[in-house]
């Protein structure tokens, strides 16, 4: 994983919990961003989190924080990217591996995570691993 940039989605709008800071909101004794950065960080070289508000908050946590626009893809700065929503707190910990695994037995540069809904695969493309062709 020594070329992965682990990218947290943290820029939504939290629509669903009527307009709050989704990364801020507590699970389980903790933010939802700080289960996020424990579960993705171990997985790659290096980390960025993206949030258009309460930017300060995120970068206390001592990574780069980047707004969801383009600008957040230039801050990366390895050949590879994968990315974790920070609402999702309990996602795999080993989310990285599975997805490099599945893009290399696929030949592919992208691998997007999916789970068996009730009516069949259901993709879950805020878990996603690609190549980052700016590095």
């Not at 669903?16 to 950065?37: C, N, S, T, W, Y």
């Not at 989190?49 to 707004?67: C, F, M, Q, S, T």
């Not at 609402?87 to 691998?111: G, K, R, Y």
Request: charged share 20%.
């Amino acid at each position: 994983m020594n070329e992965v940039t682990g990218v947290i989605l943290a820029g939504g709008r939290g629509q669903r919990m009527g307009g709050l800071d989704k990364g801020l909101q507590p699970f389980l004794g903790r933010r939802l961003i700080d289960h996020a950065v424990d579960r993705l960080r171990p997985q790659v070289k290096s980390l960025l989190i993206v949030a258009n508000r309460h930017k300060e908050i995120y970068a206390d946590l001592g990574y780069p924080v980047v707004d969801d626009k383009v600008a957040g893809l230039v801050a990366c700065e390895t050949q590879w990217l994968v990315t974790a929503p920070c609402d999702s707190p309990l996602f795999p910990c080993n989310l990285v591996e599975s997805l490099v695994a599945a893009a290399s037995q696929q030949e592919a540069t992208l691998a997007v995570a999916a789970i068996q809904g009730e009516d069949g695969v259901e993709l879950q493309p805020v878990f996603l691993f690609g190549a980052h062709h700016n590095a």
